[in-house]
Structure formats: structure tokens, C-alpha cells
């Protein structure tokens, strides 16, 4: 199936905005729905809405039966080795939050040291921050090369024996730079370390094996992979879960509650209080059958491809400045740039303005910002519904808008 033929399982892909056909290249902060995944979502509302785990009636066994199944799902589609390894949650934010909250906390003491990125998402700099701030860890940033990449040689000299936790992003949501993962988490283990994953910008564009990266941790959202928003997972190895202690408090978590103290189900319901996603995970599993039909080579390789395409076409634009590997092998389908003289915001407002919705901003990534040495930047983000009749109005698109600028001033 090629890309235009899946476009056409995209309902929301099919319209004009404002009088223009719509070309989206944001997918990097949410991917559009296809159809098959809101028919799943639309059936359980109509059909067997009920909460999971506690009724014996037809409804509830069918909802347990789907959101389970969603799990397993799941499971497989990372390669975790257990159901018990596939917490359900509401994204990579929570899903990280949760790792530095209940496994960095309680592990870490002063002296200790917890090992960055320049390059990561908010979600995966503040709750660092706040764990080095309540344990005295110490929290270091590994340096960049100059196209923004990771080099093993500066992993191996900012990994020390001191490091207890190496928390880096597979794929970068602004660079969009593939992260050598297994390579990093072979020298945090080596130096006694946990490795954990941002996945956010991965899962929905590369096969993922947890168990052949090794890493100990796997965070990753529903939303970016043609899922519905508010779900996702967190993968974690079991025996460091086990050791883990709940966040969340209330129903569904516990076995058994007495006066003065409770008890914990086991894995992985431990950490799912409260009604779960019970919708946005029978979603997910929708989302995983769709890509996996697909193929997440074919995908992998259709981005490699467009990528390539896009920076060969905006690279002959005048006055562009592209971040970033300028080889689409080394990079994912993400290409963020800076127009001369054009703020960021202005440069979407005007695509807008043809219907070219892109991303302007920081992205999340201020320190990255800051290395770059921009406020803000302008993203086009490509998933597997793109094609390169949406690069060329990309390009013509930032054509438009640089003669516009130009001829403002």
C-alpha cells in the first residue's frame, strides 16, 4: 500500500482549510486517526461501555477482554517478555514521571549522578531536575556534536561509575536525530547504570525491540503512532517494577485495604489507579494492528525517503538554515529550519494561510533551543500518510513566504 492510498484511510486528511487542500506535516506533536481506529474507539462506546476488572456481567468481561488484549497487543509490538512489563498510562510525560518519581527517587542520594541530553523534551529534563533537587544526585548533560548528534566517544567520557540513571530520547522531536540507544545502554550497564528511553518520537516510526536495546525503561504515547491522545505505556523490566512503589493511590491498585495500611496488586495493575483508559487503550491496540498491517519497515524506509526528498528540495531555498544531520539515514522524518529575517510564528501563519500546517516554536526543547542558539524554530513533521506532493507545496509554500517577508520589508 502506498502512501496516497493510505492517506485515503484518513478521514480528517480529506479537506480544504482555508480554501486549500489540508497538508499536514505536524505528526510529530499528534498523527492523525485512521478510520479503523475511531470505529474502535466509536464500538465500545456504543457497544460494551463498562469499567474493567471488577464486573462479572457480558459488557464488563467484554471491555476486560478488549483492554487486556490491547495490552498484549502492546507487549508484542515492543517485544516486552511479559504482559507484567506493559504499564498503560496516560503518555510518555506520565510514563517518565512515574520512572523518576518511583525508581530515581528512592535510589538515588547525593553524589549519585543522573546523565542527559541537550536535546530532550521538557518531559524528559524537569523531572530529573526535581528528583537531583530531592536526592542531592547531581544531574549532567552530554554534550552534542556540531550536526547535533551523539557521539559513543563523549557517552563513554560522561558516564561514569558514579551514574546511576542515563535518560535519553530514541529519536529527537526537533532534530530528528536516531540515537544510538543500544549502544548507550551497553555503557550505562557497564558502569552499574538504569537505562531509560523516551520512546515518544520512536514507537511510531521504527520497529522497537525493548529487549535487544536492553534498556530498562520504555516510554512511549498513543497519540504520535495513530492512536488516540491521553494513552500510552511504559515498559519496564520486571524485576526493577517489582521493587517499585506505586505513585498513585485508590482503587483498581490495591488487594487488599485495611484500617491502617493496604497492599498492592501485582504487576502491572500496581500502577494503573483509578478506572483506567479503558477506551484510549482499546485505541491503542487499534493503532497497533493498523501499523503493524502497514509494516513499520515500510514506514521506517517511506520517511528515510521523504526526509531525503525534503532536504534536497529546501535545501535550494535561499537564506533556509536546516538543523540537524543533513543525511536522511541519520535522521527520522522531522526536518526543523529557520527562514532569514522570518520569525518562526509568521512562517506557520502564512503555510497556514494555504493550508500547510507545520510547527513553530520551541518544541519543548528549550535547553536544545539555547545550544542551537535560536528562540524558536519552524518543524515539518512526515509520517507514513505523507507524500512527495506535500513536500513540493512545503516548498513552494516557504518560497511564498520569503518572497511575502521580502517584499514587506
Known amino acids: 500500500m502506498n502512501a496516497h492510498e493510505i492517506k485515503k484511510l484518513f478521514p480528517i486528511l480529506d479537506q480544504n482549510v482555508n480554501g486549500s487542500p489540508l497538508v499536514y506535516l505536524d ?9 479503523q481506529v475511531i470505529e474502535e474507539i466509536n464500538t465500545y462506546y ?70 542527559i541530553s541537550y536535546m530532550e523534551h521538557h518531559s524528559n529534563v524537569i523531572p530529573w531536575q526535581q528528583v537531583a533537587r530531592q536526592t542531592g544526585a547531581t544531574l549532567k548533560y552530554l554534550p552534542l556534536q556540531e550536526d547535533g ?33 543500544k549502544e548507550i545502554a551497553k555503557i550505562a550497564h557497564e558502569n552499574g547504570a538504569v537505562m531509560v528511553v523516551d520512546g515518544a518520537q520512536a514507537a ?4 522497537v525491540d525493548v529487549q535487544d536495546l536492553d534498556c530498562d525503561f520504555f516510554a512511549f504515547s498513543g497519540h504520535k503512532m495513530c492512536g488516540p491522545t491521553g494513552i500510552g505505556a511504559l515498559y519496564g523490566k520486571k524485576h526493577l517494577l517489582e521493587n517499585m512503589e506505586p505513585i498513585e493511590f485508590g482503587g483498581e491498585m490495591i488487594d487488599i485495604v485495611d484500617l491502617y495500611e493496604s497492599t498492592w496488586k501485582e504487576l502491572p495493575w500496581k500502577f494503573e489507579g483509578g478506572t483506567p483508559i479503558i477506551a484510549g487503550a482499546i485505541g491503542l491496540g487499534a493503532a497497533i494492528d493498523f501499523l503493524e498491517s502497514i509494516g513499520l519497515d515500510q514506514i521506517e524506509a517511506h520517511e528515510h525517503k521523504l526526509a531525503a526528498y525534503a532536504l534536497d528540495a529546501m535545501s535550494n531555498i535561499e537564506g533556509i538554515k536546516i538543523f540537524g544531520p543533513q543525511s536522511a539515514e541519520q535522521r527520522a522524518g522531522v526536518i526543523t529550519f529557520n527562514l532569514d529575517d522570518v520569525h518562526p510564528h ?23 533551543m539555547r545550544w542551537l542558539n535560536v528562540s524558536a524554530t519552524a518543524r515539518a513533521s512526515f509520517y507514513l500518510y505523507n507524500t512527495d506532493e506535500d513536500i513540493d507545496k512545503l516548498v513552494q509554500g516557504l518560497v511564498k513566504t520569503k518572497e511575502y517577508f521580502s517584499n514587506v520589508f
Open 46 to 115: 456504543r457497544e460494551y461501555n463498562s469499567n474493567v476488572h471488577r464486573g462479572v456481567h457480558t459488557l464488563g468481561t467484554k471491555a476486560t477482554d478488549r483492554y487486556e488484549g490491547a495490552r498484549e497487543k502492546t507487549r508484542k509490538f515492543i517485544n516486552a517478555s511479559s504482559i507484567e512489563e506493559v504499564i498503560f498510562l496516560r503518555g510518555t510525560t506520565t510514563a517518565l514521571n512515574l520512572v523518576a518519581a518511583s525508581y530515581g527517587r528512592p535510589n538515588l542520594k547525593e553524589g549519585d549522578e543522573i546523565v
Open 204 to 207: 511510531p516510526h521504527l520497529k
Open 27 to 35: 505528526s510529530a506533536a499528534t498523527s492523525q486517526k485512521p478510520l
Open 149 to 181: 548528534t551523539i557521539s559513543i566517544e563523549d557517552v563513554k567520557n560522561t558516564i561514569t561509575g558514579n551514574t546511576k540513571i542515563v535518560s535519553i530520547m530514541y529519536v529527537s522531536n526537533v532534530l530528528g536525530v536516531i540515537n544510538p540507544i
Open 346 to 368: 509568521d512562517v506557520a501563519t502564512v503555510l497556514d494561510a494555504d493550508g500547510i500546517a507545520v510547527r513553530a516554536g520551541h518544541h519543548c526543547a528549550q535547553p536544545l
